[in-house]
């Protein structure tokens, strides 16, 4: 199956065996085993839902911090647009992106500039018509898991595109390389990152062999330094850093990858359970004649993430002020039809085939017909007390041997009360009763 990497973790000694996370998880990757949750590797997509949903904050989102900058010669900053929605009054990015300087990095590459140039290479694939309608955004790498894990016939639907965090780590370095003459090796680049799904997708990217991302910090770890030093800038202190507009800043939120398309049909969605319905409207293909459907894991967009400080509905109206102050798009790509190379993806988007239950599909079929056995014995509650998040999931758990019927306690009960009345039939001496017993 091969070695994951997941920013989700669990830490055991917080975690009390409640089962909120078991029934949150968009991929059923969780499980109760022995009173503590259980995280399937295999399954989970980084999402951050079972760490928004913890009350005992027993699971959290593994990433950098400030220390690793000292591991490089020059660092640099790709700020998420999310990150500005988490000052309020703030009318000048150079304001976050001064700050973040004075943190210790020795330049600032704005993801919401690359941003721009997504959106312009979008266009011109969409405008040739190679890509299969609905064309699915690869934005949201929670997103791109999950229907590479549940949904194998829109793996196709996905647009092959550098994300915009990959493709300002591959130009700020170009940039630095020629500005100071230092081989790429000791140029960092370290994304300021709203989500968990995003430090997963570094360390092993879709579409691409290696991240020229070197770190992931999260905006809540840097958001205290980072407004400390914001608090004493001046107008003189800044520094003329912003490159990105109204296009670049809008993919912060739900609906602006969509908008900067200038397409009218277009569908976006946010929050995992309508990312969801979704899909399954296109797999099923419900959905209308749509060309482009933006999927955001967290509600509002990026700025719902589990790492950001803000909540999100008031981020979105942070941004909507300044986004007032900003000129459309600063970025655009050279002035011809194509795509630059460098700014697909190598490879497509493959099946993770970790829900099959088996690779003979005899096999299969006869596992299947089990769990339908296995499941008209359960009692349909979905209670998740024997530490499955359904009653369907409980039964394939049981087929595929990772746990005994007699975990359900409706079935233990049953068994139970099975084996009080069979030594009820019993006597003394150990034979059956008699009529004079009687």
């Known amino acids: 199956m091969g070695i994951f990497f997941h920013s989700v973790t669990l830490d055991e000694s917080k975690c009390v065996g409640c089962t909120n996370c078991i029934k949150r998880c968009p991929t059923e990757a969780i499980r109760v085993r022995s009173g503590k949750a259980v995280i399937m590797s295999e399954r989970c997509i980084d999402c951050g839902e079972c760490i928004r949903i913890c009350p005992h904050h027993a699971k959290r989102a593994k990433h950098d911090h400030l220390s690793m900058l000292e591991k490089f010669t020059y660092k640099i900053a790709l700020p998420a647009p999310s990150l500005y929605g988490q000052f309020n009054n703030l009318d000048d990015q150079d304001y ?198 933006e999927l955001n894991a967290c509600s509002g967009g990026c700025v719902g993430g589990v790492l950001c400080v803000e909540n999100p509905y008031v981020a979105i109206a942070r941004l909507q002020r300044l986004r007032k102050y900003l000129p459309v798009s600063q970025n655009h790509l050279e002035k011809n039809k194509t795509v630059p190379e460098e700014m697909n993806w190598g490879s497509g988007l493959e099946f993770s085939n970790v829900l099959t239950l088996s690779e003979d599909i005899s096999r299969a079929m006869e596992m299947m017909m089990e769990i339908d056995k296995v499941e008209a014995e359960l009692p349909g509650l979905d209670c998740g007390a024997c530490g499955a998040p359904s009653c369907r999931a409980f039964a394939e758990d049981t087929v595929r041997g990772s746990c005994r019927k007699e975990d359900c306690v409706f079935i233990l009960r049953k068994e139970i009360r099975r084996f009080a009345d069979s030594l009820s039939n019993l006597d003394l001496d150990g034979g059956k009763r008699t009529n004079d017993d009687e």
């Open 96 to 293: 976050v992106l001064s700050g973040l300087k004075k943190l210790g990095f020795d330049d600032v590459m704005e993801v919401s500039g690359a941003a721009e140039l997504v959106s312009e290479a979008t266009r011109r694939l969409m405008d040739a018509g190679t890509l299969q309608r609905p064309v699915i955004s690869s934005a949201c790498p929670a997103v791109v898991r999950l229907i590479r894990v549940r949904f194998p016939d829109l793996c196709d639907h996905v647009l092959p595109l550098l994300s915009p965090m990959e493709t300002a780590a591959r130009i700020a370095k170009q940039q630095a390389m020629q500005k100071t003459g230092l081989p790429k090796e000791q140029i960092g680049c370290f994304f300021i990152t709203p989500c968990p799904a995003k430090v997963t997708d570094i360390r092993m990217p879709i579409g691409i062999e290696k991240s020229e991302v070197d770190g992931a910090i999260a905006i809540s770890e840097i958001f205290p330094q980072l407004s400390s030093r914001m608090d004493k800038l001046t107008p003189k202190d800044l520094e003329s850093l912003s490159n990105s507009g109204i296009i670049g800043v809008s993919w912060a939120t739900s609906g602006g990858e969509s908008s900067a398309l200038l397409k009218e049909k277009y569908l976006a969605a946010d929050g995992i359970e309508n990312v969801i319905r979704v899909l399954e409207e296109i797999e099923d293909e419900r959905i209308g004649e749509l060309d482009f459907i």
